[in-house]
């Protein structure tokens, strides 16, 4: 009798990598990990809750703020990629400059409605926006995608001109243009990592499959999906 699948459940940034990975793993190894998405807020919830599943990906702090509440099995967290903010626009339209600060500062004010996401990356952004002065003139201007949306879905369908959110999340919907990523200088990199939840039964089997996805094995997989391995 074969064993029952894993379970895995992650936030939407890194859907579309561990895809590809688990199912290079399966391929592998012969063992099966079935992979779940969500707002990374739900995700954190959900598994708060007591959901069984049997592997976690989050940032790396909500990742922490788990273990450290007793929900993840201590010493079990793997750092598997590091994931940086896009700019993008619906597809055939012309790209603004955002080739410095200042650029992008002129891109946030010229655009009609702008998104970005309500996790790590759009909490930095409206951090930044604070920071320049404008998100008190800004909110009647954001959209905000409900949990589990893309940003690139409002970009698509013409709800929003201009959008900010991991790179792994716009590369590959259509009706989308990536501008490119922000500039060094106010660019944001978040750590993504792996824990292997107290509710699961086959703990030795999830932390194999954590260390196949932080081995330098799975970089070239990181890679064109515009991420960075952690090990790097």
């Not at 995700?43 to 790396?60: C, M, N």
Request: charged share 20%; hydrophobic share 45%.
């Amino acid at each position: 009798m074969s064993e029952p699948d894993l379970m895995l459940i992650s936030s939407m940034a890194t859907r579309e990598v561990l895809a590809e990975l688990l199912s290079s793993y399966q391929r592998q190894t012969g063992v099966s990990v079935r992979a779940e998405a969500a707002g990374g807020v739900d995700v954190a919830k959900r598994v708060q809750a007591g959901e069984r599943v049997d592997i976690v990906v989050l940032a790396s702090n909500a990742i922490d703020t788990l273990m450290n509440g007793g929900q993840l099995l201590s010493g079990s967290r793997r750092d598997l990629v590091r994931s940086g903010i896009a700019v993008a626009v619906p597809a055939g339209t012309p790209p603004p400059d955002i080739s410095n600060e200042a650029a992008v500062q002129q891109a946030v004010r010229g655009a009609k409605r702008l998104s970005y996401s309500t996790g790590p990356s759009g909490v930095y952004l409206e951090n930044m926006f604070e920071r320049w002065g404008m998100l008190a003139e800004l909110r009647s201007r954001i959209v905000v995608p409900p949990p589990g949306v893309a940003v690139g879905t409002l970009l698509a369908d013409g709800r929003v001109d201009l959008g900010f959110q991991q790179l792994s999340e716009l590369l590959t919907l259509p009706g989308v243009d990536v501008v490119g990523p922000l500039p060094a200088e106010i660019q944001s990199i978040t750590l993504f990592s792996g824990g292997v939840s107290v509710t699961c039964a086959r703990p030795d089997a999830a932390r194999a499959v954590l260390e196949f996805m932080a081995s330098p094995a799975a970089a070239a997989v990181k890679e064109r999906h515009g991420m960075q391995s952690a090990l790097e």
